[in-house]
């Protein structure tokens, strides 16, 4: 039998239409929802990324500034320019895309205001977070996660999850959003990271699987239960002599092999990724309606 595939790009692509339909309402009262994207450096994932939320952002209406800093930008300047993005009413979201070279990344998002922080990467954000106070916003790639699971009918109370990671932008907040007493979570949680042993043993045991510590296909048939759910996070470039950029993009998990074992899975491209889209233009338009009251 072969997994059911989770569609990522449709599920998000609802969530954009209700986004939109919110971008109408606050128009009608004068409000245009605007979020800054800060990018340093020449990384071209982050330039991609970037584009890619900005177009997004267009198509629903929300406007948008791009500031583009070159490497060996100071803290300093990086700051100020959040400090004024902070000060700015017009200003609703601001997101500082990582990594950021040569800048501690705390001091970025520290500095973002926690009104404004649709990434959730603020510490009053994250803390909100683990204390399950639903006032805050976010992170939008665990955030998304859930929602795939939410809108999928996969139920998550009392399920065994193992999150693969334990990063402060997947596997940390995923494994804390699942564990909160609510409805959508009520999960027992198990997070496995780089020093962990008999991982194989562990994943065995996960009703659902969420892979986010970017190893390539790092998660075998071998290690997944028979039904179980696996959600794959990752983003790994691999040489492939085949392609003329002479690599191809692959996730945590070996697709072709897990597809035969697992009940439901995401597609990498197609599952995970469009959701990060879709939950920060959801927080961006919930940031604009908070600074609006
Ligand atoms: N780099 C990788 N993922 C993210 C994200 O969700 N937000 C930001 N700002 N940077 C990232």
């Not at 794959?232 to 040489?239: F, Y």
């Amino acid at each position: 039998m072969s997994a059911q595939l989770i569609d990522g790009k449709k599920i998000a692509a609802q969530i954009h239409a209700e986004t939109a339909q919110k971008v109408r309402q606050l128009k009608a009262r004068g409000i245009e929802p605007c979020i800054v994207f800060m990018r340093i450096g020449d990384d071209p994932a982050s330039r991609a990324y970037v584009g890619m939320k900005d177009r997004k952002a267009h198509e629903l209406g929300i406007k948008t500034d791009t500031l583009i800093f070159p490497e060996g930008t100071t803290q300093e300047t990086l700051l100020t320019a959040i400090r004024a993005a902070n000060a700015d009413r017009d200003v609703h979201g601001i997101l500082v895309q990582a990594p950021i070279p040569g800048i501690p990344q705390d001091s970025v998002f520290g500095t973002i205001s926690p009104d404004k922080d649709v990434d959730g990467f603020h510490p009053v954000n994250f803390g909100k977070l683990l204390l399950g106070d639903k006032t805050g916003f976010r992170p939008c790639t665990p955030a998304g996660v859930q929602e795939l699971l939410i809108r999928s009918g996969i139920p998550t109370k009392g399920a065994n999850v193992v999150v693969l990671g334990r990063g402060n932008i997947v596997g940390k907040p995923m494994a804390a959003i699942l564990c909160q007493k609510d409805a959508d979570a009520d999960a027992t949680v198990t997070i496995v990271h780089s020093r962990s042993r008999n991982i194989p043993a562990i994943v065995r045991q996960a009703d659902i699987i969420i892979a986010a510590m970017g190893f390539a296909e790092y998660v075998r048939a071998d290690m997944v239960k028979s039904g179980a759910v696996v959600m794959d996070v990752g983003v790994n470039r691999i040489e492939d002599p085949n392609s003329p950029k002479g690599y191809k993009l692959v996730g945590d998990v070996a697709f072709d092999e897990v597809r035969e074992i697992a009940g439901h899975l995401t597609p990498n491209p197609g599952g995970v990724g469009p959701m990060t889209i879709a939950m920060l233009m959801a927080n961006t338009v919930s940031a604009a309606e908070k600074q609006a009251r």
